[in-house]
């Protein structure tokens, strides 16, 4: 796998919330996969904005192809059938773009956080290994590399770790940390970030980022980050990353499939106030960049004038 040779590397934004924006079908508890349902050219026509804003990078829709927001029965009769859809239509997309001419726009297989959002209270190894499994099979032929995104806990993060190790692509994890500012961030199950890198880093994991949190605590969480990478002499071999959201503060016990976990889009961080966090966030060490849930193409385009010459 190629990366773009010239930093940051520019991920996509929030997919759900912009395909409510642009008149998708879109309600909850299905989340983004209603669109890919219903409607999939809308799910076509978001990675294309993306990819038109200057994303390197763009993520396949499977974040929602999961029973927590499609339901046991469907997941079990099309899930299968769906994960297979939305790859392809990331892979599609991503073909028929180039960046500068220079390399093809790389497709990130999206690993979800398969018993819910923002809540390690409800992972298990036992329930994650059923659902995890046919997301990396009909997702490998059709990606460049994984992305597991949103993840809570440690244990979340090794049991991908170990399921994307047997496919012969690298692996990224995007932790989602706790919507508070201090000098010790934690994961949303309260484990530290330094503890989490020092455990999940390394191998065929390249890449570790942190996402869906506020734009206000992801400095001090790659700041942490930095340091446990370079205690297990990692600097070099492992990057960094961020892409925040554009929501208020999450809490501990969101429900994230119904209408009440349904975040309103800020205000205060319009694409130029988003570009300046991204600045700080580069200058603690992050190489790779976008956003998530409310984070439109808009803020993605205003991060291409950080790129270096």
């Not at 028929?96 to 220079?102: P, R, Y």
Request: hydrophobic share 40%.
């Amino acid at each position: 796998m190629k990366l773009p040779a010239t930093l940051p590397i520019i991920l996509d934004g929030g997919m759900g919330r912009e395909l409510e924006r642009i008149g998708a079908p879109f309600q909850q508890p299905e989340w983004s996969a209603h669109a890919l349902i219903e409607s999939p050219h809308y799910v076509s026509q978001v990675h294309d904005n993306f990819i038109n804003a200057g994303a390197e990078i763009i993520t396949t829709n499977t974040y929602a192809l999961v029973p927590f927001h499609i339901g046991e029965k469907h997941f079990s009769e099309q899930g299968a059938e769906l994960i297979t859809l939305a790859a392809s239509l990331a892979r599609d997309c991503a073909d028929k773009s180039k960046v500068d001419g220079n390399f093809d726009v790389l497709v990130a297989g999206c690993i979800p956080p398969v018993l819910g959002s923002y809540r390690p209270d409800l992972f298990s190894v036992e329930h994650a290994t059923p659902l995890i499994k046919p997301l990396i099979a009909h997702q490998d032929a059709l990606i460049d590399f994984w992305l597991a995104e949103t993840i809570s806990s440690i244990a979340e993060a090794q049991m991908i770790k170990e399921h994307t190790s047997k496919t012969n692509k690298p692996c990224w994890i995007a932790f989602t940390i706790k919507d508070e500012i201090n000098s010790d961030s934690t994961l949303r199950s309260g484990e530290s970030v330094y503890q989490a890198v020092s455990k999940i880093a390394g191998q065929n994991i390249s890449a570790i980022l942190f996402n869906c949190s506020a734009v206000e605590v992801m400095e001090s969480a790659l700041i942490n980050a930095r340091m446990a990478l370079v205690a297990n002499g990692l600097e070099n071999k492992v990057l960094l990353g961020v892409y925040a959201n554009n929501f208020p503060p999450i809490g501990e016990l969101r429900e994230a499939n119904n209408d009440e976990g349904l975040s309103i889009i800020r205000d205060d961080v319009s694409p130029t106030k988003y570009q300046k966090f991204v600045t700080k966030w580069i200058n603690a060490g992050a190489s790779i960049v976008g956003g998530c849930c409310g984070v439109s193409a808009e803020h993605i385009r205003k991060l291409t004038a950080l790129k270096t010459t």
